[in-house]
């Protein structure tokens, strides 16, 4: 199986780092032009543009909070006037504000639900726009477009301490698979990912030092993940090797959505 993706055009969220800089890397290395979407940290995201473009590829960095309306609306026009079309949104942007429900403040729920879950509705909303008006380019990809939704674990499994987030992150299956039955129909692709444990800033604190044994006590492959076991799936879901791949969810945890505690117990 070959991979290429030359003369597309890809917008990955939240890609000044972690998951979604190493996504944009991967989508710029199969041959796709990229824009690399920020919301305070411009400084990266400009470098690795910087980079892609020293090795030859075609990228940009454009800054936008994904949770508002007109900010993203820019976004997409900025990207339209760079490169002309849009055929892949990996839809990734996400944070996490930790707490227990009894003291979590509206506050921190309604910015967590703001970028997790609604700046993906609006991201998916001005995709759509555009892959209707494009439709399917023929030569380039046997899609009208595809997005990419960056789920997690926590679409599935309860946490603790982060219902915010894991609220948000439930939220973003049903977005995803309602929106691939609503707009299968126009040859375009929507599909979600959800990954575990990848070693990246927002999980620092559980996958360094003695965390980390307590960490891998959940994972039954024994490894915590690396961006680019997310980057290469990305790759894979925007590629027409996946045509026939619609409204599913990748799990990418190594396991930890198998419920680990129960071998030999229950
Ligand atoms: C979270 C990480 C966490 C992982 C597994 C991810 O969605 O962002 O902080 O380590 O799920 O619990």
Redesign the pocket.
């Known amino acids: 199986m070959q991979i290429s993706l030359k003369q597309q055009v890809a917008l990955v969220t939240g890609a000044s780092s972690g998951i979604g800089a190493g996504c944009a890397k991967a989508l710029a290395d199969a041959g796709a032009a990229v824009v690399l979407n920020y919301n305070s940290e411009a400084e990266p995201a400009e470098e690795l543009a910087r980079q892609i473009i020293a090795e030859g590829g075609r990228a940009i960095a454009i800054g936008a909070d994904v949770s508002k309306e007109q900010e993203v609306e820019r976004l997409f026009a900025h990207t339209i006037e760079a490169f002309g079309s849009l055929d892949i949104l990996v839809a990734n942007s996400?944070m996490?504000k930790d707490a227990p429900a009894v003291d979590m403040s509206l506050a921190d729920w309604n910015q967590v639900i703001g970028v997790n879950l609604t700046g993906q509705f609006l991201c998916a909303r001005a995709a759509l726009r555009i892959f209707n008006r494009q439709g399917v380019r023929e030569g380039v990809s046997r899609a009208a477009g595809k997005i990419i939704h960056m789920?997690?674990?926590?679409q599935r499994?309860p946490?603790a301490g982060?219902v915010n987030?894991a609220a948000s992150?439930g939220g973003v299956d049903m977005l995803m698979q309602t929106l691939a039955q609503e707009v299968s129909h126009q040859r375009i692709r929507i599909n979600g990912i959800?990954?575990?444990?990848?070693r990246?800033a927002?999980?620092r604190a559980?996958?360094e030092g003695a965390a980390e044994q307590d960490?891998l006590k959940?994972i039954p492959y024994g490894r915590v993940g690396d961006v680019e076991d997310v980057a290469n799936a990305v790759v894979f879901l925007a590629s027409d090797a996946s045509d026939y791949i619609v409204g599913t969810t990748l799990f990418i945890?190594g396991g930890?959505s198998l419920y680990p505690e129960f071998r030999g117990n229950g």
């Open positions: 996400g996490q789920s997690s674990v926590h499994i946490w982060h987030y992150k959800a990954p575990g444990a990848i990246t927002i999980n559980a996958t960490l959940l945890d930890m």
